[in-house]
């Protein structure tokens, strides 16, 4: 897949991953892309290492979308974790 894809599949895991988790998060539409982003190339990884499938096959693969989507899941959850409480300070 080309770059133009891992952007669009990012975007679309990122948005995906925060209506699963909504919540207030300290970040914006840049940082929900990169999130996505950086969870599709986690998921792709964890689905080699764990299970030892190619899971990032092409664009339209459910496999692709799934492992975006769990890594983009993970990310969230640790972004928030170490970010969520500076809002107060």
Known sequence: MG???WIFIGLLAGLIAKALMPGK???GFIITMLIGIAGGLLGGWLGKVIF???SID????LSTWIAAIVGSLILLVLY??????RRHA
């Open 3 to 5: 770059i133009i894809a």
């Open 25 to 27: 998060d300290p970040g």
């Open 52 to 54: 030892g499938v190619d």
């Open 58 to 61: 092409g664009f339209f693969d």
């Open 80 to 85: 928030r974790v170490f970010t969520g409480n």
